[in-house]
């Protein structure tokens, strides 16, 4: 079982940058990772990290957000720069211990998540 919980969501200005962080309880994972859901979409990924440091991105926030876990494993953060109102949206991390191939940013994939940190960008 792992338990994940949200930090540091808020309202920012297009441009501006947030970042968000997720506690996470247990080691019983090797894929863990960031999704968002904003109003009348679906849940997409934005970010994964798997147990050897692999990383992926969704195109839409390449080059402008960034995942990382802290030293002991135990806090997944995603730092947002250059922020649209398109990444509006709540935001989810969320893990798996999966057993063949790699990490994707299906959310099928995963079966542990937080509870959301909204994010609002504004113009």
């Known amino acids: 079982q792992v338990q994940l919980v949200e930090s540091g969501g808020g309202s920012v200005q297009a441009g501006g940058s947030l970042r968000l962080s997720c506690a996470v309880s247990?080691?019983?994972?090797?894929?863990v990772g960031w999704f968002r859901q904003a109003p009348g979409k679906e849940r997409e990924g934005v970010a994964y990290?798997?147990?050897?440091?692999?990383?992926a991105y969704a195109d839409s926030v390449k080059g402008r957000f960034t995942i990382s876990k802290d030293n002991a494993g135990n806090v997944l953060y995603l730092q947002m720069n250059s922020l649209k109102v398109e990444d509006t949206a709540m935001y989810y991390c969320?893990?798996?211990?999966?057993?063949?191939?790699?990490?994707?940013?299906?959310?099928?994939?995963?079966?542990?998540w937080g509870q959301g940190a909204l994010v609002t960008v504004s113009s």
């Open positions: 969320a893990a798996t211990y999966r057993l063949l191939g790699d990490c994707t940013l299906a959310k099928a994939d995963y079966n542990y």
């Open positions: 247990s080691y019983a994972y090797n894929c």
């Open positions: 990290v798997d147990s050897g440091g692999n990383l």
